[in-house]
């Protein structure tokens, strides 16, 4: 006998007569209010918590006359096409996809793919649960069926059978669907003149809320591969750059406290080695993250140790290669 970690033996749920360890009606993304933020239908809160960001996402232009967030609330919303995020890591993918989860009330499930990803994470399947045939959602099936945002976190690192459930999910609106293993239970989309109703379709088709985002780090990472041509032309794809060292200043300073001056120094530090990164000089890229760090370990008021030692100790120990150590060491010196 197995049973899902954390579940009780008597969690049991109805699903459309599939049966279940988590409760529909509490899974569920609210109803639309009929208004939208850049393009994206607003949710009512609904009884599954939306996730909060600790910053929200600083926008950078893309059209001149759009930024980023706009481009992917137009995706999301209007366009109801799945969007893949490429960037390097830090650049801020995953708090693009929150704020605006945040600001529609939509939850968020997010799943790390690579070698040890499997099916029953992604999908589900049945499994004895106190002596009893349940069927174990998967994060996928649950954001599918719930109608939250379904977040693909490195999706260039799928091995195996988890890329034709992501084909098939990625699909054209109409054309989508996810099997639920072993239930002889395939969710599709409702016709197009059909209004939801959870009453008579919670269980049997795709949330019409649903979405899909995938985010992609460069090929340069380890572990990395380029993705199919026909799956990668299922979406809309938004490269994603580090913000100009000027905004990533104000951003540190909103973030940390830390004084304009300080934020300025050692953005400019960042943008020079990210700059050797790009040029293949230096193999560790220099994530915001990282300098969020170099702030803390120092003290917003540099009241732990000076920010150059600060940067020294964390950027310096962040590279593995000893050349990258090394440049990395000299471009401090020089600059703080």
């Known amino acids: 006998m197995t049973q899902e970690r954390g579940t009780s033996a008597t969690e049991y749920h109805d699903l459309a007569g599939i049966r279940v360890t988590v409760d529909p009606a509490a899974q569920l993304v609210g109803p639309q209010t009929g208004s939208t933020y850049e393009g994206l239908p607003v949710r009512e809160p609904g009884p599954k918590q939306v996730p909060a960001v600790r910053t929200e996402y600083h926008p950078s232009s893309m059209t001149g006359s759009r930024d980023s967030e706009e481009v992917i609330a137009r995706a999301l919303g209007e366009l109801d096409k799945p969007m893949l995020l490429e960037g390097e890591a830090g650049t801020g993918k995953n708090t693009a996809v929150l704020t605006l989860a945040g600001r529609t009330n939509r939850p968020v499930t997010r799943m790390n ?42 999706i260039n690192m799928a091995e195996g059978d988890i890329t034709s459930h992501l084909h098939a999910i990625c699909e054209e609106v109409g054309r989508r669907r996810l099997t639920l293993r072993g239930t002889g239970r395939t969710l599709t989309d ?147």
């Open 113 to 154: 793919f690579g070698a040890d990803t499997t099916i029953f994470d992604l999908i589900g399947e049945k499994d004895l649960v106190g002596g009893d045939t349940v069927y174990v959602l998967g994060e996928l099936a649950k954001a599918a069926l719930f109608g939250w945002i379904f977040v693909a976190d490195e």
């Open 190 to 336: 409702l016709p197009p003149e059909v209004a939801w109703d959870p009453e008579t379709h919670l269980g049997r088709y795709i949330h019409p809320a649903f979405r899909f985002v995938g985010t992609a780090n460069p090929l340069s990472y380890a572990g990395t591969s380029e993705m199919n041509d026909a799956f990668r032309s299922r979406f809309v794809v938004l490269p994603v750059e580090y913000l100009p060292p000027e905004e990533e200043a104000d951003l540190l300073v909103e973030e940390t406290g830390v004084s304009p001056e300080t934020a300025r120094r050692l953005t400019n530090v960042a943008e020079q080695l990210r700059e050797a990164h790009r040029r293949d000089e230096l193999e560790t890229p220099i994530s915001h993250r990282e300098l969020l760090k170099v702030i803390e370990m120092a003290g917003p008021n540099q009241e732990f140790m000076p920010i150059a030692e600060a940067a020294q100790l964390v950027l310096v120990g962040h590279a593995t290669l000893k050349l990258d150590k090394a440049t990395i060491r000299d471009t401090i010196t020089a600059e703080l």
